[in-house]
C-alpha cells in the first residue's frame, strides 16, 4: 500500500464518521515547502468518543487500529494510529487540543489535495509555527529544516504579522527571527583573506 493509498483510505473513512479533519506535520511541511522522504501521516481530528470509535471500528484487517489506544487519547486529547502492515508509514490521528493555538489551526485549514486526494491542510504558516514549536521541545534539527523550507517557498505569500504574533506566544520568537535572517542573507562565498 503506498502513502496515497493509506491517506484516501483514513480521510474516506473520517468523512464517513462524519470527523471534521486537518493534515498536518511533515506531510504539511513538504506540501507548502521541500518535499522529504521519510514522514507519517498526522492527522489532528475534531470530534466526540462515538464517532472516533465509529471511525475506530470501520478498520477491518489487515489495519490494525486499538480501540484502548483511541478511548485512551479521547480521555487525554493524545493520539492513536492507524497501521497497515503493507505500508511503511503510519497515520496518527491526534485530538486537537484545546489551547488556542491549536483551536485557532484547526479553523484557519485550508482545502488542497495531497497525493491525488482532497484534504484539509494546516496552513503554511501554522505549519511553520508548529514545527518550530516542535523542535523546541523535542531538540529536533528536522523541525526547523522543515520550517525552513516552507520559509523559502512560500516567503511573498505569507502572513508574516500572524508568524510573528504566534511565535511569541508559542515562545519560538528567537528561532524564527534566526530563519528570516537566513533567508535574507544572501549566500556567502569564500571570505578572501
Given at each position: 500500500m503506498t502513502e496515497a493509498e493509506m491517506l484516501d483510505q483514513v480521510v474516506q473513512r473520517l468523512r464517513k464518521s462524519r470527523i471534521p479533519f486537518m493534515v498536518v506535520g511533515s506531510v504539511a511541511s513538504s506540501f507548502h515547502g521541500e518535499p522529504r522522504l521519510?514522514?507519517?501521516?498526522?492527522?489532528?481530528?475534531?470530534?466526540?468518543?462515538?464517532?472516533?470509535?465509529?471511525?475506530?471500528?470501520s478498520f477491518d484487517e489487515p489495519f490494525y487500529v486499538s480501540?484502548?489506544?483511541?478511548?485512551?487519547?479521547?480521555?487525554?486529547?493524545?493520539?492513536?494510529?492507524?497501521?497497515?502492515p503493507d505500508c511503511d508509514q503510519k497515520a496518527d490521528i491526534i485530538l486537537c487540543k484545546r489551547d488556542d493555538f491549536n483551536r485557532g489551526e484547526f479553523a484557519r485549514k485550508v482545502p488542497a489535495v495531497v497525493w491525488g486526494v482532497p484534504v484539509d491542510l494546516a496552513t503554511p504558516e501554522d505549519t511553520i509555527l508548529a514545527k518550530l514549536a516542535w523542535g523546541k521541545r523535542?531538540?529536533?534539527?528536522?523541525?526547523r529544516n522543515d520550517a525552513m523550507g516552507i520559509l523559502r517557498a512560500q516567503q511573498s505569500s505569507l502572513d508574516m504579522?500572524?508568524?510573528k504574533r504566534w511565535a511569541v506566544d508559542l515562545g519560538v520568537e528567537e528561532t524564527l527571527d534566526r530563519l528570516l535572517r537566513e533567508l535574507a542573507s544572501p549566500p556567502t562565498g569564500r571570505e578572501e583573506s
Open positions: 521519510s514522514f507519517d501521516i498526522d492527522i489532528v481530528v475534531e470530534a466526540d468518543q462515538p464517532r472516533i470509535l465509529e471511525f475506530v471500528r480501540e484502548e489506544a483511541a478511548r485512551e487519547a479521547i480521555a487525554r486529547r493524545g493520539m492513536f494510529n492507524v497501521v497497515h523535542s531538540g529536533s534539527e528536522r523541525q504579522e500572524y508568524l
